[in-house]
């Protein structure tokens, strides 16, 4: 009986060690990174647009990526004109936690009175060029007050196609 006493004692002292070495170590802290994002608004007529576009990317990784108003003052466009105009390609810098895979999704979220058309987008990763995502090509108008877009992450061949993870999105807090 003394002996099961003594093991249980070891075995209590063993895991409160364990628990003091898990409260000392430092909280991991995501680094930030800058992205270059490029959009393009196709030509056809009605195709600009005023209103607030909300952008959300990120990797395979859980890294997920809100940039609230992309025509916002706080933004940085890299070009003068008034963005989202028919046949332009706007580019926009914007800082966020890093991705820790290639970006391979990308939604846009309309929110107002007018139709916007955009063309295609791109998301670059200034400090890691290798994370960059390829192009996601839109090209009809975009639907209002949902997130649109597309998700090339997470997808497994099966006999019946490829299928795909379903992504379901929550408000995050303002930036």
Known sequence: MESCRGLFFTFCLFLLTLLA??????PQRKEN?????????TCT???????????????????????????NKHIRKLDPLKPFQACMVDQFQVTGQCVESPVCYLYLK???????????????????????SDYFYF???????????????????TPFGIKH????????SAN
Do not use: M
């Open 139 to 157: 090209r009809w108008y975009l639907p209002r007050h949902v997130w649109h877009g597309f998700d090339v992450c997470d997808k497994e061949v």
């Open 21 to 26: 070495r898990c409260e000392s170590l430092p």
């Open 33 to 41: 990174c800058n992205y270059a994002i490029t959009i393009e608004t």
């Open 165 to 172: 993870k379903r992504k379901v999105f929550v408000e995050k």
């Open 110 to 132: 309309l929110a107002g009175i007018d139709d916007w058309r955009p063309g295609f987008h791109q998301v670059r990763v200034l400090e890691r060029s290798h994370f960059s």
């Open 45 to 71: 007529k009605g195709a600009e647009t005023s209103n607030h576009i909300r952008l959300r990317f990120g990797d395979s990784k859980s890294s997920d990526i809100v940039v609230h108003h992309l025509n």
